[in-house]
């Protein structure tokens, strides 16, 4: 299972801003975003966000979830 974490770096080490459980010795994958590019990129997902969870077909499974 994939998760992102947001996470902030201190004098040299990543500190996670969120408490999780992770086991030790897992393995990450830490995608570096200047703060210049920050802005564009969670823009940028929104957009998709926005196109997969607001549309009209979407709606019936709301629905269905009233019933």
């Known amino acids: ?3 992102t ?3 902030t ?3 040299g080490k990543i500190e996670l801003l969120e408490s999780v ?6 393995r990450v994958l ?4 200047p703060d210049a590019e920050a802005e564009f990129w969670l823009q940028a ?3 998709s966000l ?3 969870w607001d549309n ?5 499974y709301a629905q269905l979830l009233q019933a």
């Open 50 to 52: 926005d196109a997969v």
């Open 1 to 3: 299972m994939l998760k």
């Open 30 to 33: 830490v995608t570096v975003l």
């Open 21 to 26: 459980e992770l086991p030790e010795g897992i």
């Open 45 to 47: 997902s929104q957009t």
């Open 5 to 7: 974490l947001w996470a």
């Open 56 to 60: 009209a077909e979407d709606d019936v």
């Open 9 to 11: 770096v201190r004098q």
